[in-house]
């Protein structure tokens, strides 16, 4: 290679890096904040279920000499409760335990969760959405913003994923050695040190960074509801849809019709509700005896019938979600007339279910939340090291971008990764328009603006 040949590779090189390294700046500039709130969020919702029975400390490990018997708890509940009805009935984790009881308002809103103990005593009540978990989930996934909230958070997980690929370009070694890339150099200094902190961790995590992003994109309400709209056109629905669309529940069936889709036996259609031949009891103890997951739910038939159809379903609604199971009984006979378990499903669903029950650490065990605040402990790293290199390398007055590199051949790869990534992350791609024409249209207007930012230099995009 000649030395002009060499000069101008040199040059393509170092054009595509500072265009790469100008996308991860912006990108980084976007998500930071949010990465900070989110990796908080994330990694305390991972112990949901030990927060949510801390919660619950009041109402374990009580006398069991004198048991009632469940319809006898739903009554102490009623009554200390007046003008509700019986939504659900949870069964108790351990022996001693209180039992949980739903109750709703007549029209169905949620009145509250009532607590009673085995001997028939209503220790106390919660209300759902005022627990610790519900108030970490909101946050998380919607900032406490509804479904403008959920829409920033897909939009940012959206440059997120650009702020990781473009994060692996720039760590790629391009000299021999692993010290800076394997691990950080401690003893060069404070630039290199916060350089290499940020680099070498955001390297080993990466894989999980993203993992993580894929598996919460089914719960954003954009890129999720685009999901069950292809799935629904693709005929890969199997019953309704178990997870939340940017923070809705989904709605499920208390009846049988949430297991019509794969059911055990041939489904009795009764126009009335049958005479009262079965209670809560017998399906509390049908419950017992499948020895489900917890939490369990035994919930009884829609008092106004789902298409006809009156049944009690017990079902189990583990956060390990291969783990869950729903029955169905005939409320006239106590007859199984339905089974669905996780592997019924669409495989669609179940390999979004394996990503959910990874993505809350609950797939196996305390390994997997170790795993998932490890990830938040690297991403808040990386969000601080990141912020501390701006810092040092920002002038007075600008916001010390990177310049913009003129645009060569090589950077169609760059072009083509963004249209790829823009084609499957819609608020990726309504962004990109919106910067697009924001540079085009108002910083030629703005020029102490574009100083500042960094793009007064013509010839390539931001």
């Not at 939009?155 to 702020?163: N, T």
Request: include cysteine; charged fraction near 15%.
């Amino acid at each position: 290679m000649s030395a002009d040949e060499a000069r101008s590779a040199s040059l393509i090189r170092s054009s595509l890096y500072n265009s790469v390294w100008r996308w991860h700046f912006y990108a980084g500039m976007i998500v930071i904040p949010f990465i900070l709130v989110l990796a908080v969020t994330g990694a305390a919702y991972l112990f949901k279920p030990q927060v949510e029975r801390w919660e619950e400390r009041a109402f374990h490990g009580l006398p069991v000499a004198s048991a009632v018997e469940p319809h006898v708890q739903v009554a102490a509940a009623l009554a200390a409760f007046p003008g509700t009805r019986l939504s659900s009935y949870r069964l108790p984790d351990r022996t001693g335990d209180a039992a949980m009881i739903h109750l709703v308002t007549p029209d169905g809103r949620v009145a509250c969760d009532a607590f009673v103990s085995p001997r028939g005593e209503v220790l106390g009540s919660m209300l759902p959405e005022a627990r610790m978990m519900a108030w970490i989930k909101r946050l998380h996934g919607q900032l406490l913003l509804g479904k403008r909230g959920s829409w920033l958070v897909e939009l940012v997980a959206s440059w997120a994923i650009v702020l990781v690929l473009s994060g692996l370009y720039l760590w790629w070694p391009r000299r021999g050695g692993l010290a800076g890339v394997i691990w950080p150099r401690l003893l060069s200094g404070k630039r290199v040190f916060w350089r290499d902190l940020h680099a070498v961790t955001g390297f080993w995590i990466s894989g999980l960074v993203l993992l993580l992003l894929a598996t919460g994109l089914p719960w954003a309400g954009l890129w999720g509801g685009a999901f069950k709209a292809v799935r629904t056109e693709l005929g890969w629905l199997k019953g309704p849809q178990t997870w939340t669309l940017g923070g809705e529940a989904p709605r499920l069936e208390n009846s049988a019709s949430h297991a019509m889709h794969n059911q055990a036996a041939p489904m009795r259609m009764v126009p009335t509700p049958p005479a009262v031949r079965t209670s809560i009891d017998d399906f509390v103890v049908k419950a017992k005896q499948e020895q489900l997951a917890f939490p369990v739910i035994v919930t009884p038939p829609d008092p106004a019938g789902t298409n006809g159809i009156f049944a009690w379903t017990v079902r189990s609604d583990a956060q390990n979600r291969p783990l869950q199971m729903t029955i169905t009984y005939d409320a006239g006979t106590g007859r199984e007339i339905a089974r669905e378990g996780f592997a019924d499903g669409h495989i669609a669903d179940r390999i979004v279910g394996y990503g959910i029950a990874w993505h809350e650490g609950q797939l196996f065990g305390w390994l997997n939340q170790l795993i998932g605040v490890l990830t938040a402990i690297g991403l808040i790293v990386m969000a601080i090291s990141g912020f501390i290199l701006w810092r040092r390398r920002k002038p007075e007055h600008g916001l010390g971008a990177p310049p913009p590199a003129k645009f060569t051949e090589r950077m169609g790869i760059v072009v083509a990764i963004a249209l790829v990534l823009a084609a499957v992350l819609p608020l990726l791609a309504a962004s990109l328009v919106v910067l697009w024409l924001f540079e085009r249209l108002a910083l030629p207007h703005l020029p102490r603006v574009a100083a500042w930012l960094g793009a007064s230099r013509r010839g390539a995009p931001a």
